[in-house]
């Protein structure tokens, strides 16, 4: 098909298609002509993937670049290819050593993910990340201590390995773009979820109407 | 205290909190002398909340203002400060009706918040989001029909509701800016878990040392 085809059928316009053509997110098409190439069913695909990443998922390009070359490096074990999700999510974090406090509260993070029998890597930066949250909330005044986030990691436990049940047992084949994709997207489905739950909930309890909600 | 004692106690640099008061996002301090001023705990407060919402949560300052005015509004419902996160979230949600098969899989969704037996409002944002992530994963070819988010929205309620009973039981006198922070990085917080388990998991299932993990 062309770059035309391309366009109409994922509805990113050529322009944002050349660009990505020429900062080799996409593998150039098979020439036809002078200025004009063909492309087939893996640009289509590997289109939709960066659209997904970054329109959804809102990473940056420079995210999305270490991510699409990791998916196609069969070399790089899936356990790595999920913490490289885990980077790509925030790739400027906040340096946590450099806020008062931290170092305790990254502590007590630590301790918290032993006790649930896990061992991500000592520098995932999703322990900085949770500690962050953790220190950000006690200093805003929530009185959620650790314990709070006990519901949320049974819950992201359960979640995590729904998802890593649709590999092969042996992860031998694995669709490697799929397990990037849903690492991303399985979080803002959660959110969206999270958010309906609230809404419903919240309205429950404390009776707003509709019209309250659409003329706030 | 003065400016300088803001930047000190929060690590946001000075030039960035005048920024903040020019833009009307943190109130003026009171007048102690020509180009001097002073600065009390609800402006720590304040300044610590735009941080959290914009560095820990990634939100735009647009978003940012309209969350702090409906903060500040008593008059704006409890549920729809839940609805104003959802909002604020993602301000340049992708237009799902220009998506092709997009209606199907809205209309699914829509179905399937109905037998959870939640009632969001129909314009809530989440609805379109979850609808673009599933119709996102399934043309990438993940095998995930809508009955793979059971054990995700069975998750968000739990901790919906446990956020909820966090509040007083009539809602009266909630802490309405805890909502609102609750509500962006309790999100990010999920999410470094999931990624904590599944680094874990992945790493029991196939494997891999954390050598791989750095060297990938």
Known sequence: MRISDLSR?????????KFYLRERLLPPGTPTGRNQAAYGEAHLRRLR???????????????????LTAIENDKVPLPA???????ALFPQEPALHSVEGAKQVRADVDRFV???GWSPDMDAPSRDRLALVVLTLQRLGCECGMEYFLPYAEAA????????????ADGVGADRAAVV????????????????????????????????????
């Open 157 to 168: 436990e359960k979640l995590a390995v729904q998802d890593l049940d649709l590999l092969p």
């Open 81 to 87: 290819l999920y913490a490289l999700v885990d980077r």
């Open 181 to 216: 994709v849903r690492g991303v997207l399985l979080d803002v489905a959660l959110s969206a979820l999270r958010r309906m739950a609230q809404e419903h909930h919240a309205t429950l309890r404390f009776g707003a109407t509709k019209a309250d909600v659409r003329h706030a």
């Open 114 to 116: 032993k006790e649930l």
């Open 9 to 17: 059928q994922t509805g990113v316009p050529i322009a944002t298609i």
């Open 49 to 67: 993937l960066i659209r997904a990443l970054t329109n959804i998922g809102q990473l940056e390009l420079t995210s999305v670049r270490e991510l």
